[in-house]
């Protein structure tokens, strides 16, 4: 045990002041901040803990204990921290003068510092509305600041709150808070037209602005829904004033835009033809109930318009009249220096500049902020610029780039620098003679605006008419600013942190090359003297990687862009990432171009253009921002046209020669990115010179004719340029029964309808926790207030992997103040603990002994705690740890895996049914037909969870240390609870596991989350101090491993029938998955994967085999699909080969091949009638095919493609049915306690845990149901290890299965025990009358329910060879048991465009109809369908998982992932969302589950590849040959791009001819 005796922790006690108060040159400082938040002065015994450093959510969260702000990444990448800052402009800052005003901006409090927030009035989600007052307290008593909200009003949600919790729009709710906080921030304008304070904002311009989010359980549809309903018009992007739409309906949408006008009563209901119904299967309409975007908008509207204007003020009425323009007084002493400052007033007390110098433990260094230039420059002159730890001072404006750097690169900066907003000349922005100025430190977001109202408000300037080049140097701007990062970041990130960064990624840089811009700095060499300014141009400022051309002494003043001032320049933008927004460039651009018409010489030489001047400048092909010089110098004075472009294009590839082992990699798909732009630029301009030359024409100028384009290349438009998408959508379920399911045979309940229960099953019921999400008052582990002597851990990890770990020093860690223990796997062995575990294998440990090997970096040494996790980070950091390499490198990949035979060999799975499929293979007809034969491989990649809350665990000792309380965020809380004990030699029955709800797990923490519990349990029992353990996004992301890549090899044939038809005949298949170093889950995963290779499809001749694949990869888990996906994908794949190779159309092969009802799949399951319920598929398939008319779609998308060289569309048309059921037997049971209280309330503990899918509002359900009562009667405990024991992890979709069955088990035992009661009291008895009287009649009101599926439903044994005289009548595996209770169905319909020249792609439309049976709650049904499309479109499209490996050489050291955060790895974003999303649930049964209703949390995921297939049509369609090509998945911008394949890309690649079928982009397999 080592414990640091020598400091108990207390950082009031132990103050370090390294780097005193520097006075000069800011004499007259002041050492407090002044901070408001929620509408309260924070008092300065308070404010004056915010220090140098910390960043405004640690501040929140863990000194003002507002833990509504959630961390979800730290990187300001996912939005979960959104707060709102509110700020006075005066009226010399407004444009144009006038009043001043309140400015609000959403910002990342996670990367906010918390001293800029210094005169800022701060509004978190705690501030806005709260779901406690409602129910606890007095509105007088909780009222926060002047919030004047009327009393008496019981409605204590905002608007936008109380939008979001109605319309189902929060899962987990982690992400919830922030979401509502950046809807804050957007509707919180003041109305324009002196209405006073609104919801002023248009859809559209909503729709452009929410980029700043990230929300991993909804889909994001139904947030859309909400939000859109908030804004004053209808659907964005396509019509912009409410009066532009035509009669409005009372329910405030626009007639003209409502899909379901069709179906409306309203009179106002008008000219019901010109819109198009979307889909809901006919069949079903009569009983369908159908909601649409519009009506769940119609609901919101209805509410805003009782409640709305008082809340919409609120903003304005919260913020501190200390702020405002009239003096205060104020008698506080607020610098600390004893002496009241009554009477200043806070305004002038804040004309002060402000030096804080951290004191603490934490060593955060000086923070000034100076409120003129000159005292700004004389600090650059006393400390330089260095900004390096030695001495320098480091600028920090938005704190974007310097915030990664302290966070992540682990750049300390002890003195920074922060420029008050006083001094204008920074912060300004305007329009000078012939430039745009912008102020050094001017918010990107006040630039992005300022060109807004340039290009709409110019019109009518001085001179007359409207100025066209105004508007070409503001629209380059504006568009490259929408894909700049996020709102957010844009409201705090300025200009010059752009420059001086000097990112060769940067997407500002290129574009202010090409303008032409210049830098003007400026410093103050001598005290005496004044300051002195140097121009400088954008171009030649960058000298190298992140070097620029800036004094000790210097700072961007301001940056000046000259005006274009040509009538024929023209300007555009380029961008590419792996998604559109809020996405870091692959490859940036900035282009300009000058024409000039050339007469002609008379001797027949005609008028041609002249290319006069033009600038290209790139971002990321080179290591700075750089000019394509050599393309440029070939263009000049040429003329214009395609020729010229060719050639340029050619010395484009000369210049830039990216080698492959380039940072970043995809070093082809950049260079290709580069010319592709070069020709997207050409045809832009040819197309701008047509309309001026027109334009021209018509006012009788002559000039020279324009070159001609191919009429097919005319739409290159990429989305920089274009608007960003209005998403809706129609959701349709059979109106809502009390179906009755496995209950009437399992409990013999057969008459759930018999009492009426309000929201009670069947109902589109609110997720119970929607409220407390939307408020922020949702606990999850990490807001548990902290217990008193509370420690925050930190994990020692490896560095490296392939080695042996040769020792572990943590003598420096403890040697750092604040730091309490160091804990490594000796302490276990102190403790008599047990280190080994895993999750089936005990093949892993908790912490790595010394002498043996580090399997993966991030492994687990031991664990660190101090008195904040900040602290304990820096110890573990401090550990030295010593490693000896092992001989060879380390296996990464699947290929390097069947290279070296680093395989579970145990493990192998096989399946084989029908003939021998070798030998049937090798033939080339059967029967006399025609056997087509085909051979091929397919990869998929892994998937990161990317749940919004990273793991989290919080120990608590008691008695001792002798017992344990685990809190943690995890899906098995039993797996929690033993492993805690085991490690810690503690005996299970004095561990308890408990966990109210996760902020999302999606299978990422079934197993790894017990190794972050574990490792806190251990140093818990160490200090017998409360130990919390919470990841850090990129750590988090690092160690606890994903979904498995998988290879696939298959053989398969086909045979081709006398009429034409062609049946699938044998399939052969190996399937390969990447488990990483320890086995965890990876065989069920695999094996998950086997029994799905089949989809829906019928092979008579089967054989498969399943590889798990031993690397040096983290260990990877359970993900939502559980291999499913990764089979499915293969069946689908080789579907395609096959109708390629059958010249047949995929359609009619899927649907000629699908199991007929009663059909086996291979491990011996008929499906359909009495085995699985009806097989439902084929008929799902047939009613969208005919109702969304897929070939008249596919036809459609010929059409386009034949009409659109660059711009091509495709058809996903994808069907899928997925096995419920644990395969292992012992796994199917739950269990659930049950309450009745005497006031007729019911408490329910069940063994499930709450992560968002909703399972707790379904189980409330089923509870309230069965006793007749309303829903909001029920309550469901946390998920406690002491309330239900031994129980399974949370998985396989079967929690209601599970534990609705378990907990009307339980009901109904009570119900019979009370059924006496009843029967004595008149029948209209309420239920708290019967409870009553059953306890005065000593009835136990309590019971425990049970439910384990029946042995022959369930159990799937792959060793068991078939028994000597098993009948032969019974399927082929059957002997094995069975793998699946029943499946849930469904089909997918995804239309795509992609963009040939870029790779970029957008889903234009998408339909699901998915059978769920008798839902148990529509509204939460479809959420997970809509929820698990878009990750499972994420997975097969956007996100990429990447490795060290032999295909990125540049990521070191050899199998450490790269994608450790939202910043590398990317999951769908808002505007990701298919454009119109339309789903439907069939009007279906189940009699082999609860009230009839079926698994729905996995099942839906692979219909998301059909945007994947959808892609893979597209691409078909570009590269314009019917040949078999191997489309891996994630069809990556790159895999799009280059797989399309045309003569730049194969100019890129250098190789001519067989590029389209060849070229593969790299990838982590
Ligand atoms: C989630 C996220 C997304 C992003 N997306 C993009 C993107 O899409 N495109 C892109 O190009 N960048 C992006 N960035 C990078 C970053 O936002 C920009 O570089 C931004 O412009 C930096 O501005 P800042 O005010 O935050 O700089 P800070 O972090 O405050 O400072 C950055 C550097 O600039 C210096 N500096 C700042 N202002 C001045 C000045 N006036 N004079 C002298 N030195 C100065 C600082 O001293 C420091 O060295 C992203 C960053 C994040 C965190
Ligand atoms: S936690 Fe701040 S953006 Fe993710
Ligand atoms: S509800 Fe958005 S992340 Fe879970």
Request: glycine share 10%; proline share 5%.
């Amino acid at each position: 045990m080592k414990v640091n005796l020598a400091y108990d922790g207390d950082d009031d006690v132990v103050r370090t002041d390294l780097h005193p108060p520097v006075s000069a040159p800011l004499a007259n400082s002041r050492s407090v901040p002044v901070l408001y938040v929620n509408g309260r002065a924070v008092p300065p015994s308070i404010a004056s803990r915010a220090r140098p450093g910390q960043t405004l959510l640690d501040y929140l969260r863990n000194e003002l204990r507002l833990c509504g702000t959630k961390l979800g990444c730290g990187e300001g990448g996912c939005g979960a921290c959104t707060v709102l800052i509110s700020s006075v402009r005066r009226s010399s800052e407004v444009e144009g003068g006038g009043k001043s005003k309140i400015v609000h901006a959403a910002v990342n409090a996670c990367l906010y510092p918390a001293l800029a927030a210094d005169g800022r009035h701060v509004t978190t989600i705690e501030g806005v509305g709260s779901w406690k007052r409602d129910s606890i307290l007095a509105p007088a008593e909780t009222s926060t600041g002047d919030n004047k909200v009327d009393e008496g009003d019981d409605d204590r949600l905002h608007p936008i709150q109380r939008a979001l919790a109605d319309g189902h729009g929060s899962q987990c709710g982690f992400c919830t808070p922030g979401i509502i906080m950046a809807l804050y921030g957007l509707l919180s304008v003041e109305d324009d037209d002196g209405g006073g304070v609104g919801p002023a904002v248009r859809a559209s311009e909503l729709e452009e602005r929410m980029d700043g989010n990230l929300c991993r359980c909804t889909g994001y549809r139904p947030i859309w829904d909400a939000a859109r309903g908030l804004c004053r018009s209808g659907h964005g992007g396509m019509v912009d004033d409410v009066e532009d739409l035509g009669p409005v309906g009372s329910c405030g949408t626009p007639c003209r835009e409502c899909p379901s006008r069709e179906d409306c009563v309203e009179e106002c209901n008008v000219n019901a033809n010109d819109v198009s119904l979307s889909y809901a299967p006919s069949s079903q309409s009569s009983s369908m109930v159908v909601c649409t975007t519009e009506s769940n908008m119609r609901e919101v509207r209805v509410k805003r318009l009782d409640v709305e204007r008082r809340w919409w003020r609120q903003p304005y009425e919260m913020f501190p009249d200390d702020l405002l323009m009239r003096k205060t007084t104020s008698d506080v002493d607020r610098d600390g220096n004893g002496n009241e400052d009554g009477g200043t007033g806070v305004r002038e007390f804040l004309s002060r500049p402000l030096v804080v110098v951290d004191a603490s433990v934490h060593d955060g260094g000086t923070w000034f902020q100076p409120t003129t230039l000159v005292e700004l420059l004389d600090l650059y002159r006393v400390h330089g610029r260095k900004g390096d730890g030695n001495g320098g001072i480091k600028m920090v404006v938005g704190n974007t780039e310097v915030g990664i750097e302290t966070k992540f690169k682990k750049m300390v900066y002890p003195r920074m620098v922060h420029p008050s907003e006083a001094i204008r000349s920074l912060y300004e922005i305007f329009l000078s003679g012939t430039s745009l100025v912008v102020g050094g430190c001017a918010s990107l977001s006040d630039l992005q605006s300022f060109c807004h109202d340039l290009m709409m408000t110019k019109k009518d300037q001085e001179g007359g008419e409207f100025d066209a080049n105004l508007l070409r140097t503001a629209l380059p701007t504006h568009n490259m600013l929408r894909w700049f990062a996020s709102t957010q970041i844009r409201n705090v990130a300025c200009l010059g942190g752009n420059l001086v960064t000097a990112s060769p990624i940067s997407d500002m840089n290129p574009l202010l090359c090409c303008h032409g811009a210049s830098i003007v700095l400026a410093s103050r060499p001598k005290a005496d003297g004044g300051i002195e300014r140097r121009r400088v141009r954008v171009s030649d400022f960058f000298l190298g990687y992140r070097r620029v051309d800036i004094g000790e002494i210097e700072m961007i003043e301001r940056v000046e862009i000259p005006l274009v001032r040509s009538r024929f320049e023209y300007v555009a933008p380029f961008k590419q990432a792996r998604r559109r927004e809020d996405d870091i460039s692959i490859v940036t651009a900035g282009m300009r171009i000058r024409l000039r018409p050339d007469e002609g010489d008379g001797d027949g030489r005609e008028m041609h253009w002249i290319i006069e001047d033009v600038v290209i400048a790139y971002g990321g092909m080179a290591p700075m921002t750089t000019l394509a010089k050599g393309a440029m110098a070939y263009m000049v004075g040429k003329s214009f046209g395609e020729e010229t472009f060719v050639g340029a294009r050619r010395a484009l590839l000369e210049e830039f020669d990216i080698p492959d082992d380039a940072p970043g990699g995809q070093a082809k798909y950049r260079m290709t990115l580069a010319a592709s732009f070069l020709h997207k630029f050409y045809l832009l301009c040819v197309g701008e010179l047509t309309k001026d030359v027109a334009e021209a024409a018509a006012s009788g100028l002559t000039l020279p004719p324009v070159a001609t384009i191919p009429i097919d290349e005319g739409d290159v438009e990429g989305f920089v340029g274009a608007p960003k998408p209005s998403i809706r959508g129609v959701q349709t379920y059979p109106s809502p029964r009390i179906a009755v399911g496995l209950e009437a045979n399992h409990l013999g309940h057969h008459r759930p309808d018999a009492l009426a229960a309000v929201d009670g099953v069947g109902k589109p019921a609110k997720h119970a926790s929607g409220p407390l999400h939307c408020t922020g008052e949702a606990l999850y582990t990490d807001d548990i207030p902290a217990p008193r002597d509370l420690l925050h851990g930190y994990l020692i990890m490896s560095t490296r992997c392939h080695a042996k770990l040769v020792s572990v020093d943590v003598a420096p860690a403890l040697r750092i103040p604040g730091i309490v223990g160091a804990f490594t796997h000796e302490d276990i062995v102190t403790l008599g603990g047990d280190n080994r575990m895993g999750p089936i294998l005990l093949d892993d440990v908790a912490f790595v002994p010394v002498g043996t090997t580090v399997d993966y970096v991030g492994q687990v040494l031991g664990i660190v705690v101090g008195v904040s996790q900040e602290i304990a980070e820096k110890g573990a950091r401090a550990v030295a740890v010593e490693y000896q390499d092992l001989e060879g490198k380390a296996v990464v990949s699947i290929e390097d895996a069947i290279e070296s035979n680093s395989f579970w060999i145990d493990n192998i799975h096989e399946m084989q049914r029908g003939g021998n499929v070798t030998e049937i293979l090798q033939k080339s007809e059967f029967d006399g037909k025609k056997l087509v034969i085909v051979e091929g491989s397919i990869r998929s990649g892994g998937q990161e969870h990317f749940y919004l809350e990273p793991n989290t665990t919080l120990a608590v000792p008691s008695e001792s240390a002798t017992n344990l309380t685990i809190y943690a965020s995890t899906q098995a809380v039993t797996k929690t609870q033993m492993f805690c004990a085991s490690v810690t030699n503690t005996p299970a029955a004095k561990v308890v596991c408990r966990m109210k709800r996760m902020g999302g797990g999606f299978g990422g923490k079934e197993t790894r989350s017990v190794f972050i519990s574990v490792a806190a349990a251990v140093a818990a029992k160490m200090t017998n101090r409360p130990v919390k353990l919470t990841l850090n996004r990129d750590t988090d992301m690092s160690i606890t491993g994903g979904r498995h890549a998988f290879l696939s090899k298959y053989k398969a044939g086909a045979v081709i029938q006398e009429d034409g038809n062609v049946k699938l005949f044998a399939l052969d298949v190996q399937i390969y998955n990447n488990g990483g170093c320890k086995f965890d889950l990876t065989g069920p995963v695999l094996d998950r994967a086997l029994f799905h290779i089949d989809n829906v499809y019928y092979w008579p001749h089967f054989h498969s085999v399943g590889i798990p694949c031993k690397t040096a990869q983290p260990p990877h888990t359970a993900f939502r699909g559980f291999g499913a996906p990764q089979g499915m994908i293969v069946s689908e794949h080789i579907l395609d080969h096959l109708a390629l190779a059958c010249d047949v159309s995929g359609d009619k092969l899927r649907r000629d091949n699908m199991y007929m009802p009663d059909q086996c799949t291979p491990f011996g399951i008929p499906l359909g009638g009495k085995s699985t319920g009806n097989w439902n598929v084929p008929d799902m398939w047939d009613q969208l095919y005919t109702k969304l008319d897929v070939p008249g779609m596919r036809a459609a998308a010929e059409e386009f493609n034949r009409k659109n060289k660059w711009k091509k569309r495709g058809v996903g048309f994808t069907p899928t049915k997925f096995g419920i059921s644990f395969t292992s037997k012992f796994m199917n049971q739950g269990g659930a306690l049950v309450h009745l209280y005497t006031d007729g309330t019911v408490l329910v503990s069940h063994g499930g845990t709450e992560m968002g899918q909703g399972l707790h509002t379904k189980v409330s359900q089923v509870a309230a149901q069965a006793f007749g009562i309303p829903l909001d009667h029920v309550y469901i405990n946390d998920t406690s290890s002491d309330k239900v024991a031994n129980t399974l992890p949370t998985a396989a979709s079967m929690s209601t299965d599970l534990y609705g069955m378990a907990t009307l088990d339980a009901c109904l035992q009570i119900l019979k025990r009370i059924q006496p009661v009843r029967d004595s009291l008149p029948s209209n008895a309420a239920l708290k009358d019967v409870a009553k009287k059953a306890f005065f009649d000593r009835i136990d009101l309590s019971a425990h329910g049970f439910y384990a599926l029946d042995n022959d439903r369930c159990g799937y044994d792959w060793t068991k060879e078939k028994p000597e005289g098993y009948p032969d009548d019974m399927p082929e595996n059957s002997w094995r048991g069975r793998a699946f209770n029943y499946f849930t169905q469904g089909v997918a319909l995804s239309v795509v465009e992609i963009d040939v020249l870029t790779g970029d792609h957008k889903t234009l439309s998408t339909d699901l109809l998915v059978d769920v049976g008798s839902s148990i709650n529509p509204a939460i049904d479809i959420g997970q369908i809509e929820g698990a499309f878009v990750q499972g479109m994420g997975w097969s499209t956007i996100e990429e998982v990447i490795y060290g490996d032999d295909d990125h050489t540049w990521i070191r050291p050899r199998a450490r992932v790269f994608t450790t955060g939202p910043g590398t790895y990317k999951i769908p974003a808002f505007n990701d969302v298919p454009e119109i999303f339309n789903v439907s649930l069939l009007d279906s049964e189940n009699p082999f589950a609860v009230h009839s209703s079926k698994a729905v949390g996995e099942p839906p995921f692979f219909l998301g590849c059909s945007v994947f297939f959808a892609i893979k049509d597209a691409v078909t369609a570009a590269r314009g040959v019917s040949e078999y090509f191997e489309f891996r998945l994630p069809a990556t911008s790159e895999r799009i791009r280059m797989m399309c394949g045309d003569e730049i890309s194969s100019e890129c690649i250098g190789a001519a001819s067989d590029v389209k079928s060849s070229f593969q982009p790299k990838g982590s397999f």
